[in-house]
């Protein structure tokens, strides 16, 4: 499938008018990251997505219609965004050193550790000492199925090795199987909203951004690049990767709301009344106990659009599962593939290629989704998983991509831009999506 092509089929899914699609300019050939999976044309095509769709709201709110160019090279480095930060000229730190692949008596697990208490439940299970040799000889006595299903319980975040096939014949991929890459609905009644005719296509928009980590922070980022103005919800109490606040909250701003507590959900139900759009992340149902279902958001602020993600899909037995890119990777098939390609064990995209394409996946849908409440009025619900984009990055197929050549330091500086900071001078790739009239910026905000 080329980018074009995905292009196409996305705009189709939301709605778009197909007259739009000639503004697109896509350049670039693949491979473009050294993959056997076409990453490059994953990344333009979504990063196209959302440029293409951040255009048709201005376009709809009175101005006219512009050139989206988006290069295939700058589009995987934008994949690859939180490995090409600088802070002060240094590259970000390692995650915690657990974190990774092992192999089991039966196969091989992933455990993810970057979080402390997803770190000290792993151990609690294993019963052994923080370190890499002790865990590799807890588990290698262990079954991979088997202690994945124990961590899960434990509220540890695991996942089993498996290749395309086994996973095709799990039942959370069937249940998943007859789903588009997106769902979108409507969740209730509404008076149209009329887009605010501002100079940026999202400019008096607003987004309520809960999100952690990379996917849906990517989402908030991309909104926050054309305009929007995005509240990212957060707490003291809650664990965060520096690195990734760094790259991912450009253009945002930080409001502090604790939802373990009354004062705080009640802060966070003031925002969301003046919001456009509301991004989460949490588990399945668990937003819902905190009583921010989508028909209670649509109550509070009737016309807005809900955007959801999960790791694993909103339906079938996984769908309360704990994930990460790594771990649905590794569960779904790619690390298995991938290795299979390159004539080795299981090995790693060479991008968080899941996280990234939900990201703009779930920017392109707020937005499409956005119009249509203009149009046709309504409150709406968008749902978003990471298997589920990870069916849509397989449907790209395959290549012989492991002799993709390397980007150069010169390469990746001239795609970047520094900016003097709070925090100290950061370096970070410029969003790959040109819009000729209205270029992508991040206004200084807290980050």
Same mark, same amino acid.
Request: hydrophobic fraction near 45%.
């Given at each position: 499938?080329?980018?074009?092509?995905?292009?196409?089929?996305?705009?189709?899914?939301?709605?778009?008018?197909?007259?739009?699609?000639?503004?697109?300019?896509?350049?670039?050939?693949?491979?473009?990251?050294?993959? #056997?999976?076409?990453?490059?044309?994953?990344?333009?095509?979504?990063?196209?997505?959302?440029?293409?769709?951040?255009?048709?709201?201005?376009?709809?709110?009175?101005?006219?219609?512009?050139?989206?160019?988006?290069?295939?090279?700058?589009?995987?480095?934008?994949?690859?965004?939180?490995?090409?930060?600088?802070?002060?000229?240094?590259?970000?730190?390692?995650?915690?050193?657990?974190?990774?692949?092992?192999?089991?008596?039966?196969?091989?697990?992933?455990?993810?550790t970057n979080f402390a208490h997803h770190r000290a439940r792993v151990?609690?299970?294993?019963?052994?000492?923080?370190?890499?040799?002790?865990?590799?000889?807890?588990?290698?006595?262990?079954?991979?199925?088997?202690?994945?299903?124990?961590?899960?319980?434990?509220?540890?975040?695991?996942?089993?090795?498996?290749?395309?096939?086994?996973?095709?014949?799990?039942?959370?991929?069937?249940?998943?199987?007859?789903?588009?890459?997106?769902?979108?609905e409507r969740i209730g009644e509404?008076?149209?909203?009329?887009?605010?005719?501002?100079?940026?296509?999202?400019?008096?928009?607003?987004?309520?951004?809960?999100?952690?980590?990379?996917?849906?922070?990517?989402?908030?980022?991309?909104?926050?690049?054309?305009?929007?103005?995005?509240?990212?919800?957060?707490?003291?109490?809650?664990?965060?990767?520096?690195?990734?606040?760094? $790259?991912?909250?450009?253009?945002?701003?930080?409001?502090?709301?604790?939802?373990?507590?009354?004062?705080?959900?009640?802060? /966070?139900?003031?925002?969301?009344?003046?919001?456009?759009?509301?991004?989460?992340?949490?588990?399945?149902?668990?937003?819902?106990?905190?009583?921010?279902?989508?028909?209670?958001?649509?109550? /509070?602020?009737?016309?807005?659009?809900?955007?959801?993600?999960?790791?694993?899909?909103?339906?079938?037995?996984?769908?309360?599962?704990?994930?990460?890119?790594?771990?649905?990777?590794?569960?779904?098939?790619?690390?298995?593939?991938?290795?299979?390609?390159?004539?080795?064990?299981?090995?790693?995209?060479?991008?968080?290629?899941?996280?990234?394409?939900?990201?703009?996946?779930?920017?392109?849908?707020?937005?499409?989704?956005?119009?249509?409440?203009?149009?046709?009025?309504?409150?709406?619900?968008?749902?978003? #998983?990471?298997?589920?984009?990870?069916?849509?990055?397989?449907?790209?197929?395959?290549? $012989?991509?492991?002799?993709?050549?390397?980007?150069?330091?010169?390469?990746?500086?001239?795609?970047?831009?520094?900016?003097?900071?709070?925090?100290?001078?950061?370096?970070?790739?410029?969003?790959?999506?040109?819009?000729?009239?209205?270029?992508?910026?991040?206004?200084?905000?807290?980050?």
């Amino acid at each position: 499938m080329r980018a074009q092509e995905a292009v196409a089929g996305l705009w189709s899914l939301a709605g778009g008018d197909s007259a739009a699609l000639g503004q697109l300019a896509l350049t670039g050939a693949e491979p473009a990251l050294p993959s #056997s999976f076409r990453l490059g044309t994953v990344a333009q095509a979504a990063i196209a997505a959302s440029g293409l769709a951040a255009a048709e709201l201005h376009h709809a709110a009175g101005f006219p219609r512009q050139r989206i160019a988006v290069d295939m090279r700058h589009a995987a480095m934008e994949f690859q965004s939180e490995r090409h930060l600088r802070v002060d000229g240094a590259a970000p730190p390692p995650g915690d050193p657990l974190t990774g692949l092992y192999r089991t008596r039966d196969g091989y697990v992933r455990i993810h550790t970057n979080f402390a208490h997803h770190r000290a439940r792993v151990l609690a299970l294993l019963g052994c000492e923080p370190t890499c040799e002790a865990v590799a000889a807890a588990l290698a006595g262990r079954d991979a199925v088997a202690f994945e299903t124990e961590a899960h319980a434990a509220g540890a975040v695991v996942t089993a090795l498996r290749n395309a096939a086994t996973w095709a014949a799990h039942p959370q991929a069937q249940a998943l199987a007859t789903l588009p890459v997106l769902t979108i609905e409507r969740i209730g009644e509404a008076s149209p909203r009329p887009l605010p005719r501002g100079m940026r296509p999202l400019g008096g928009i607003t987004v309520v951004d809960l999100t952690r980590v990379i996917a849906g922070p990517v989402a908030g980022r991309t909104l926050a690049a054309h305009g929007a103005d995005v509240r990212l919800v957060t707490a003291p109490s809650l664990p965060q990767i520096e690195s990734l606040l760094h $790259d991912t909250a450009r253009g945002k701003h930080v409001v502090n709301a604790d939802l373990a507590t009354a004062e705080g959900r009640k802060r /966070l139900a003031v925002l969301i009344r003046g919001a456009d759009i509301v991004i989460q992340g949490f588990r399945p149902g668990a937003f819902d106990r905190l009583g921010f279902s989508p028909v209670e958001i649509a109550r /509070l602020s009737p016309g807005v659009v809900c955007v959801w993600l999960c790791a694993f899909g909103h339906v079938g037995p996984w769908a309360g599962r704990r994930g990460f890119d790594s771990l649905v990777q590794t569960a779904t098939g790619f690390n298995a593939e991938e290795g299979q390609a390159a004539g080795g064990g299981p090995r790693e995209l060479p991008c968080q290629a899941l996280d990234h394409a939900t990201g703009y996946l779930m920017a392109f849908a707020a937005m499409m989704t956005r119009l249509r409440q203009t149009r046709e009025g309504g409150s709406w619900l968008v749902r978003a #998983s990471l298997a589920q984009t990870g069916s849509w990055v397989a449907g790209f197929g395959r290549q $012989d991509g492991f002799d993709a050549i390397p980007l150069a330091a010169e390469e990746i500086g001239a795609a970047c831009e520094t900016r003097v900071t709070p925090r100290g001078s950061v370096r970070a790739v410029r969003h790959a999506a040109r819009l000729a009239d209205t270029p992508a910026a991040w206004v200084p905000a807290d980050y």
